[in-house]
């Protein structure tokens, strides 16, 4: 049997269940324990004809143009767990174990579909096109962790949501299928989740599936059914919930609460698993109004602060949730890979080490740090809330220096 996937956990929810006309989405990235995660920008980019760009573990042919993107990623790898474009695009994927075992050939990982499909995806649907278009060309495969005793590998399920619309994106080697989403809330995890209301699929998906012997082409096409190995498919129904509790009212502060909730199983902290790190995302559906995307940097969201970030042109990068770089000498790059592990940390990550050994260790001080940076948090999250709701454009200048400045405020208090 395959080794359990990680139980991360990837929310939207759409008025009318969220407030004040907005789309929110997030996501708890649950990864190996001592992973680290960094958050990167790239401002957008023009690319020579027939220029290449080297993924975790292939090259492919690049695009002209790729957009702007920030991206929560684990810093061994090219993709990203989850992040965000400058058009309002959320991406976020899920490892699922299928019927079909996963390759161990490198390919593309989930993880560069989800960096991918932001760069090259102007809307929720152009995302998919590109994940699968690419899934198609490629295939996926390859060690999703940085381990050089074992190759863990898995299939990719994907969330992609816009100011308009979310996606819920299966796949099963090179097969997929897909369902369009407009309200109410949904939660994806680490299983497959999609039955039989399923809004665009891969041309040779059902023809395929009867080959093996897996649907006998009577019944009703319930995507899970189909490819879950036996009893696997159960909803996520503790993320569900957890939501769901919140009635009309999802705001960037319920999916935070949400995120940082242990006993539901959504904030992941076990023997093998810790969530590494989380985002929450606000799109307003009236695009005069800017996205903000919420970034820890750190794991635990329950001791991690949420950082503000806005889109805008040139945005000041933060090298202190960078992790340093080893070029080629990367042990990642490297065949055979990962046969040894450098120390990936940044510096707001080590800060982060030294206040959690301080909340195990000296409880008055660590409740009272942990309430200054919740109070920290709860200004950033105001200052958003004062910016969605004015009549007037925002000024980038206002906010071209803003996860900058709050990584900063973090590292000061830590220090």
């Known amino acids: 049997r395959m080794a359990a996937a990680p139980p991360s956990y990837c929310f939207v929810a759409f008025p009318p269940c969220s407030k004040d006309g907005l789309v929110v989405f997030g996501k708890n990235s649950a990864r190996p324990r001592d992973e680290v995660q960094e958050v990167v920008y790239f401002a957008a980019a023009e690319h020579d004809p027939g220029s290449k760009v080297e993924c975790t573990y292939i090259e492919i042919d690049q695009v002209p143009k790729t957009h702007a993107v920030v991206l929560s990623r684990p810093s061994w790898l090219w993709g990203a767990e989850m992040g ?80 308009n619309e979310a996606w819920i994106l299966e796949t099963s080697g090179k097969y997929w299928a897909a369902e369009k989403i407009t309200e109410g809330v949904k939660c994806i995890c680490n299983q497959l989740s999609l039955t039989t209301k399923i809004d665009a699929e891969h041309p040779e998906l059902r023809n395929y599936v009867k080959s093996q012997g897996w649907w006998n082409g009577d019944s009703d096409f319930n995507f899970s059914e189909v490819f879950s190995l036996a009893d696997d498919h159960l909803a996520c129904y503790s993320g569900r919930e957890s939501l769901e509790k919140q009635g009309g009212d999802v705001s960037a502060q319920a999916m935070i609460d949400v995120l940082r909730d242990k006993d539901s199983g959504v904030c992941v902290d076990s023997e093998s698993f810790l969530t590494t790190a989380s985002i929450v995302s606000v799109l307003p559906q009236d695009s005069s109004f800017p996205c903000i995307h919420y970034f820890t940097g750190t794991p635990d969201p329950s001791r991690s602060i949420f950082k503000p970030f806005i889109f805008v042109d040139d945005v000041k990068l933060v090298p202190k949730v960078q992790s340093p770089s080893f070029g080629n000498d990367d042990p990642a790059k490297k065949i055979p890979r990962f046969q040894e592990k450098p120390d990936r940390r940044h510096e707001l990550y080590k800060a982060h080490e030294w206040a959690r050994s301080l909340l195990e260790n000296d409880q008055d001080k660590g409740q009272k740090l942990m309430r200054i940076m919740l109070d920290l948090e709860k200004q950033g999250l105001e200052a958003m809330e004062d910016i969605l709701s004015r009549t007037e454009i925002l000024d980038p200048a206002e906010v071209v220096d803003l996860f900058y400045d709050c990584v900063d405020t973090e590292l000061k208090f830590f220090k």
């Open 84 to 163: 965000a474009n400058e058009h309002g695009v959320c991406v976020a994927n899920e490892a699922v174990v299928t019927r079909e075992p996963a390759s161990e050939s490198e390919a593309l990982l989930g993880m560069d579909l989800v960096r991918l499909g932001l760069e090259r995806g102007a809307t929720a649907k152009e995302a998919l096109d590109v994940i699968v278009a690419l899934l198609e060309e490629h295939g996926q495969g390859g060690n999703y962790y940085e381990d050089g005793s074992t190759c863990h590998t898995f299939q990719s399920a994907f969330l992609i949501v816009d100011r």
